[in-house]
């Protein structure tokens, strides 16, 4: 038996961690987010297999923080295992960057409020600075990932047929659309070779950002809720379809219009996903297609330290502690609006 050399250890991981073109964008975005960004630009080149260019205007990164930006678990985020119950920012394993240097190549070109000039900085495998020179960007932070998977050829090779390309473009899309109903005030591009394919302005609130991003149409069947408790501390703010909405302008195939949030990180929650469902398809028992979704959003937030948000290296799923009391809640908040109860008992008499 031998040890793996270095460099294959860390593409091992690297690729596990950096699994999509998606994945990339998502790691890029919420890093944009997490330095304060009130604007990003996400552009792509043959699906983000060429290129793919997240710009932001956020507090760039401070010239000390430069040489160790994409060393492996370097972070400004959090400094202990305590800073996670306490945990507001998207990031904070300190691997993305470092991930995607070792399998694409990389150039973070950065501002902060006090440089004179933006500096370009170009990254080698292991997430070292090789080579920088001065540029003329303006403040905050571009990351440039060209040729993604260079050096993981089947993964690249199944990202290239035309049928994926067009599925992570929509994934991006979706996920893009996401960041944009949970941000309001973020405004957001995206550009596929040269051509802004989804775009989305600075707006005042979530309903704005839902008429911004799914039509007026859409949102005109979309009823706001509202539920906000103590014990367990919980908050909840949605957009529901309105009792008895046209079926056809409510509902999906899947779940791409099914907006869920946990303390403003979008999330692939099953349980909360199936309650959603199960309430609104009951409304429409003669429907033969009630495997349908609902277009919908679901803001759920609970305080940082009753969630584990480290459970997929993605962050996409998290550990609510109180889930059974947050299933209570949506639930409640699903039987006032629809007056069904997945028991089957009928809904109790209102006051
Ligand atoms: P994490 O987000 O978990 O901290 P990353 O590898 O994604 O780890 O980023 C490493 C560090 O690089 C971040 O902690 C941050 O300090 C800095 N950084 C990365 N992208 C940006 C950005 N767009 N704006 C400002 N700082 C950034
Ligand atoms: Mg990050």
Redesign the pocket.
């Known amino acids: 038996m031998k040890q793996l050399p270095a460099d294959t250890v860390r593409l091992l991981s690297s690729s596990q961690v950096i699994t999509s073109v998606v994945n990339v964008v998502k790691?890029?975005m919420?890093?944009?987010l997490?330095?304060g960004a009130s604007s990003v630009d996400v552009k792509l080149e043959n699906s983000g297999l060429d290129r793919i260019e997240v710009r932001?205007n956020?507090?760039?990164?401070k010239g000390e923080?430069t040489p160790v930006?994409?060393a492996a678990h370097?972070?400004?985020?959090i400094c202990s295992t305590e800073d996670l119950e306490m945990l507001e920012?998207?990031?904070?394993?300190?691997?993305?960057?470092?991930s995607i240097c070792s399998v694409a190549e990389v150039t973070v070109v950065?501002k902060t409020e006090e440089d004179d000039i933006s500096t370009q900085y170009t990254l080698n495998f292991s997430g070292e600075i090789v080579s920088q020179k001065p540029s003329h960007f303006g403040q905050?932070?571009t990351?440039s990932v060209l040729k993604l998977f260079k050096n993981i050829p089947v993964r690249r090779q199944y990202y290239s047929s035309t049928k994926k390309c067009k599925e992570e473009l929509k994934k991006i899309q979706d996920l893009l659309t996401a960041y944009a109903i949970i941000k309001p005030e973020l405004r957001l591009t995206l550009i596929h070779n040269k051509v802004v394919v989804w775009q989305k302005a600075t707006v005042a609130d979530h309903r704005s950002a839902l008429l911004a991003t799914l039509g007026a149409s859409t949102v005109a069947n979309l009823l706001p809720c509202h539920h906000q408790q103590e014990q367990p501390e919980l908050l909840l703010d949605g957009f529901f379809p309105k009792p008895g909405a046209d079926y056809s302008s409510t509902s999906n195939s899947n779940p791409d219009k099914t907006f869920i949030f946990v303390n403003s990180r979008p999330v692939h929650q099953k349980d909360i996903m199936k309650l959603l469902r199960q309430h609104y398809a009951a409304q429409y028992p003669d429907d033969p297609a009630r495997n349908r979704y609902p277009t919908a959003m679901l803001k759920i937030t609970v305080p940082p330290s009753s969630v584990d948000v480290n459970l997929t290296p993605d962050k996409t799923q998290v550990l609510l502690h109180n889930k059974e009391a947050v299933l209570t809640a949506v639930e409640a908040l699903l039987v006032s609006l629809y007056g069904y109860r997945a028991d089957g008992d009928p809904p109790a008499e209102k006051q």
């Open positions: 790691e890029l919420e890093n944009s997490d330095a932001d956020g507090h760039g990164i923080d930006m994409a370097f972070t400004s985020k920012t998207y990031g904070f394993r300190g691997e993305a960057l470092g950065t905050g932070t990351v």
